[in-house]
T-cell receptor
């Protein structure tokens, strides 16, 4: 099983719909992240959480919300999806020691029509 | 100006060639430098990381950091078709989150 699991892997939805992307991890890491990847823009941080009671906005949090249900679970919600939220979304975890290396999931491809 | 710049490619090389991938950055406070490899339809995976300046070698891969020039490089020796992927550089300062480059798409032709 993968260390970081994302569901769904692919989702097509319509403008205005609410969408939730889920992430679970078996690394035992406290730190979890949601990134968005767009061609030519690289990975941009949406939200991050250093423990269950800690939620922080990243670079591009507008239009998104998150929930940290447990140490191993971190979900991303789009309350009312819009077409420019069409992107590849990645969940990641990190070990806080030293380099804080990120371990990524396989990604969730979201298309908003 | 973006904080981290990276030539998006695509870069096509013949099998066996030496590949040089580069990133420039503007924030002189960055201390941790990473290279991630991302295959199509997969998440990025850590390839190399370097703390502060200097070189680090791991098999066919060498990472270099030149903080005076704000420039990092990844060299791939004896490149293989399996090295075809997008390569992302990432860097951060103490206590900060990583900033990623946009990635360079590499194709190694058999």
């Amino acid at each position: 099983d993968a260390d970081v699991t994302q569901t769904p892997r692919n989702r097509i939805t319509k403008t205005g719909k609410r969408i939730m992307l889920e992430c679970s991890q078996t690394k035992g890491h406290d730190r979890m992240y949601w990134y968005r990847q767009d061609p030519g823009l690289g990975l941009r941080l949406i939200y991050y959480s250093f423990d269950v009671k800690d939620i922080n906005k990243g670079e591009i949090s507008d239009g998104y919300s998150v929930s940290r249900q447990a140490q191993a679970k971190f979900s991303l919600s789009l309350e009312s999806a819009i077409p420019n939220q069409t992107a590849l979304y990645f969940c990641a975890t990190s070990d806080p020691g030293g380099a804080n290396v990120l371990t990524f999931g396989a990604g969730s491809r979201l298309t908003v029509l | 100006q973006k904080e981290v710049e990276q030539d998006p490619g695509p870069l096509s090389v013949p099998e066996g060639a030496i590949v040089s991938l580069n990133c420039t950055y503007s924030n002189s406070a960055f201390q941790y430098f990473m290279w991630y490899r991302q295959y199509s339809r997969k998440g990025p995976e850590l390839l190399m990381y370097t703390y502060s300046s200097g070189n680090k070698e791991d098999g066919r891969f060498t990472a270099q950091v030149d903080k005076s020039s704000k420039y990092i490089s990844l060299f791939i020796r004896d490149s293989q078709p399996s090295d075809s992927a997008t390569y992302l550089c990432a860097m951060r300062n103490y206590g900060q989150n990583f900033v990623f480059g946009p990635g360079t798409r590499l194709s190694v032709l058999p």
